[in-house]
């Protein structure tokens, strides 16, 4: 079963859902991950779940 690379939580996923290119979202630490090989299933992060918290704390001390 593939891995998160960000938390190392693994992803219940099938091959056959996926497809090279394709952007999932981590269920355990919100990391977007791109899908870039499907057999063996590997992801790269595209954005890592704790930037999203980053950000969003950025854009409320802006208000």
Do not use: H, R, W, Y
């Amino acid at each position: 079963m593939p891995t998160c690379p960000e938390c190392d939580a693994m992803i219940d996923i099938e091959e056959d859902q996926i497809e090279e290119g394709q952007t999932i979202e981590c269920p355990e630490c919100g990391a977007e991950l791109e899908v870039v090989s499907v057999e063996p299933i590997e992801f790269d992060v595209l954005k890592s779940g704790d930037e999203e918290e980053e950000n969003i704390d950025e854009d409320e001390e802006e208000m």
